[in-house]
């Protein structure tokens, strides 16, 4: 930047200072809205990863996603779902619903598989203890399995 003031280029020079305005001026929340669309890129990678195998269904509103959710976790949490939901409840569907809840965001996970829940201690069960702000839930319904947590 120095070498660009010493130039006497006033064109350079302008430019430069432009850029670093730009980013000066920026403040935490643009920087921090820029951290979450990667996760929710990721997202869309994690649903197409599943194309023809599980469909999953996000009913959930881009402004919710971007004002109520933690999109790290909540990623994740689909991932890791969504692998269950295939792997062991042989589900075909797997619909995604949020809301406000007391502490955080109530998350919903309903799929058609009709296996019987498991009550061992997997790599899920460890990752919804690590993330659940409250108790989270799993229950068998007509439709399949049911599980709501709080993130």
């Given amino acids: ?6 130039s ?20 935490l929340s643009d920087d921090l809205s820029k ?8 997202l869309t990678s994690v649903i197409n990863s599943w194309n023809n195998l599980l469909d999953i269904k996000i009913d959930i509103s ?3 996603m ?4 933690n999109n790290v ?3 994740q949490t689909v991932e890791e779902l969504a ?7 042989k589900a075909s ?6 809301e406000p809840g007391e502490v955080g965001t109530k998350l919903f996970f309903q799929s058609n598989g009709q296996e019987p829940i498991s009550n061992s201690k997997g790599m899920g069960n460890s990752w919804l203890n690590q993330v659940s702000l409250t108790p989270y839930s799993i229950a068998k319904n007509r439709t399949g399995t049911s599980i709501t947590l709080e993130i």
């Fill in 66 to 69: 971007q004002t109520y959710l």
């Fill in 1 to 6: 930047m120095a070498a660009v003031a010493i």
């Fill in 93 to 98: 569907v797997l619909w995604v619903s949020a």
């Fill in 62 to 64: 881009d402004s919710f």
């Fill in 73 to 75: 976790v909540f990623v």
């Fill in 35 to 42: 951290l979450n669309e990667r996760p929710l890129e990721r």
């Fill in 8 to 27: 006497g280029d006033e064109e350079e020079t302008a430019s430069v200072l432009q850029r670093v305005a730009a980013v000066a001026s920026r403040t």
């Fill in 83 to 89: 692998s269950n939901a295939f792997r062991h409840d």
